[in-house]
């Protein structure tokens, strides 16, 4: 029995959210009482594998392979089962995100193992094995009861932090003998914004609605993002216009984020917007309507047109660095 | 070349959520029914890649796993433009059971394409597209914003984090699609609302599988403290109380 963490890394590199995976899966080894296993795949440096023991993650399991440097999730699933299988890990456990959506579901096929996906915190029993999850695009939480022996779990952004943990970290490198006809597809380019903050990693989201009147109006959006050092986002129909690219689009059928701080200007604050913003630690809301839906999930609130009340937030946000 | 897309039966968006009998059942008293929208983005992509003189896609199709109160919605999906609706005749219990279900039809009828919508707004899964890949021993991309065809290959985008990535893919395929596929879903005319009703919509049996998950219970939210209001004339005050209070600045 073991737990096993797969941390996806970023050209080389491990971000906020594999730091949490490794705190959360330090967690769930002890309560489980086992060992925890973190595998990486692709090519990623010894200096940076080792920064994930500062989270408790003991031992590593490399596939410093260069061919696996793009995601390909039939060749990942297949690696990390193989390691589950030679392993005998239990329970398997990867980020919500992009790579973790293509992964743990085939995993989960290949393995028979129940899943749950973006769980929201420790499993609320071990045995049974039950976890909570959202459901209804964060209107409401579901336990759901993994009754397999092996068991896939995915865990959303922001769900148990990152909590320290120092350990030694001893480091083994894996060669997968795979067939070559499973890297079915290429990839051709890739293009990146590199000058922006991305959206579903930012700890602060400057977004904004319909109330902004003309996409024209955006500077000020961009200039309390900018210093914040916050990603933009935008409302439905904001996206739907045209204004803004749909990338942007916060909300039950856009992006579902939880960034510490949220910003809402000029959104009236739809039931289908807040289901895409619920779990932000904070909510601020800025509307000229005070009877607007969105003060009642905000946390502060300004009544105020947003072409004026932006730019003296910006002003008082550079003011006090 | 046979195009499939997986259709999710969901509450529309702007439904309440509500429970019943002590929480462990969704109440659906009242709730209007839609094609889960994601869904409807990738069948309106379909359904113009067939309609592009320069593919060669002959088919259309949906498919469903679901009770006989579902068949409005696929209706909905033959009205849109899709040539034949596949209802698999059980409770869609969890994804596992539903991508096996999918994936044992597919077995039987072979398609070249399989779309699925990147989650349904119901239960929020995110998986039923890679696992109907993983049964199938297909290759499958997720993230997808953009399908093309050229020839036996298909050229398709990929978000990734802060950009995307131009892929080619073989056939066969699963698409796992969310925004940006499609403009927007296409609303049924009334001359496909009446073809719709001549389209087949066949029934099939489903077949026995293994539960490895179940629901144990539901929850509703905590109520919101109140909103703290602070005055448009002092904005500085936002930024102390986001400081010091709220401690995320």
Known sequence: ?321 | MKILVCISNVPDTTTKVKFKEDSTLFDDSGVQWIINPWDELALTRALELKEDAGNSVDEVSVIHVGGAQTDATLRKALAIGADKAFRIDACAADAYYVAGQIAAYLKENPFDIVFSGIESSDYNGSSVGAMIAEFMDYSGVSSVTSVNLDGDDVILYRAIPGGKQKIKAELPLVAVVQKGIAKEPRIPAMRGIMMARKKPLEVIAATEMEMLTRSVKFELPKAKGACKMIDAGHVEQLVELLKNEAKVL
Request: net charge negative; with cysteine; glycine share 8%.
């Open chain 1, 1 to 321: 029995m073991s737990v096993i963490a797969f941390a996806k890394n970023w050209n080389g590199k491990f971000k906020n959210s594999t730091f949490e995976l490794v705190s959360y899966t330090r967690n769930l080894a002890s309560q489980l009482n086992t060992q925890l296993i973190v595998v990486s795949i692709g090519e990623v440096k010894e200096e940076e594998l080792k920064s994930l023991g500062k989270y408790g993650a003991e031992r590593i399991i490399s596939v410093n392979d260069p061919q696996m440097n793009t995601l390909t999730s039939r060749v990942y699933a297949q690696v990390i089962s193989k390691l589950a299988e030679i392993e005998g890990a239990d329970t398997i456990v990867m980020s919500d995100n992009e790579s973790g959506k293509a992964i743990a579901p085939r995993i989960s096929v290949k393995m028979k193992a129940g899943m749950a996906s973006a769980v929201l915190e420790l499993p609320v029993s071990m045995n049974p094995f039950v976890v909570k999850k959202g459901v209804f695009s964060g209107k409401a939480f579901e336990h759901v009861q993994i009754d397999s022996p092996v068991k896939v779990i995915t865990i959303a952004k922001n769900c148990f932090g990152f909590i320290e943990n120092q350990v030694d970290v001893s480091i083994e490198e894996f060669s997968p003998n795979l067939d070559a006809a499973l890297f079915k597809i290429q990839v051709l380019e890739e293009e990146k914004q590199t000058n922006k903050v991305n959206l579903a990693d930012a700890d602060i989201v400057v977004s904004a609605g319909r109330g902004m009147r003309s996409p024209d109006n955006w500077g000020v959006v961009e200039e309390l993002a900018d210093a914040l050092g916050a990603a933009t986002a935008c409302s439905r129909p904001v996206s739907d216009e045209g204004w803004r690219g749909h990338e942007e689009h916060v909300g039950q059928t856009g992006k579902v984020i939880a960034p510490n701080l949220y910003f809402a200007a000029g959104i009236s604050g739809a039931i289908q917007h807040v289901a895409g913003i619920s779990r932000s630690k904070c909510i601020v809301a800025i509307n000229t309507d005070p009877e607007a839906p969105i003060f009642g999930v905000a946390d502060y609130g300004i009544v105020g047109d947003v072409m004026e009340v932006l730019p003296k937030l910006t002003e008082a946000v550079r003011n006090s660095k």
